[in-house]
């Protein structure tokens, strides 16, 4: 069982920068691959970035792909997302998720292969 809580969410003007934390609990969170996940008013959850249980290697929506960065921290049970560039189109609920089978392979897989999930930071983006 793992359990996340996000952070860091806020109101950016565009152009500007936030970093998103998601602090897991569980002896295991170094086993997982992690996700970053983001849902707008009236669309459909979709991905974002995702790092596999070791952090080396990484995936990234097209529409994030070189302003946003994943990483993580296993001594720390922490996986961050580093948001520059933000757009307006950025504008959502982001969401953290967990999932112990994931594969390297599979890291741009959708909302449905994911275990646990945290419960999500507003990022708002002015422009």
């Known amino acids: 069982q793992v359990q996340l809580v996000e952070s860091g969410g806020g109101l950016v003007q565009a152009g500007g920068s936030l970093r998103l934390s998601c602090a897991a609990s569980?002896?295991?969170?170094?086993?997982?691959?992690m996700g970053w996940f983001r849902q707008a008013p009236g669309k459909e959850r979709e991905f974002v970035a995702a790092i596999s249980w070791s952090g080396g290697s990484t995936y990234y929506a097209d529409s994030v792909k070189g302003r946003f960065t994943i990483s993580r921290d296993n001594a720390k049970n922490t996986v961050y997302l580093q948001m520059n560039s933000l757009k307006p189109e950025d504008t959502a609920v982001y969401y953290c998720a967990a999932d112990p089978l994931l594969g390297t392979h599979d890291l741009g897989a959708p909302p449905k292969r994911y275990d646990y999930w945290g419960q999500g930071t507003q990022v708002t983006v002015s422009s």
């Open positions: 569980g002896r295991t969170f170094s086993s997982y691959a």
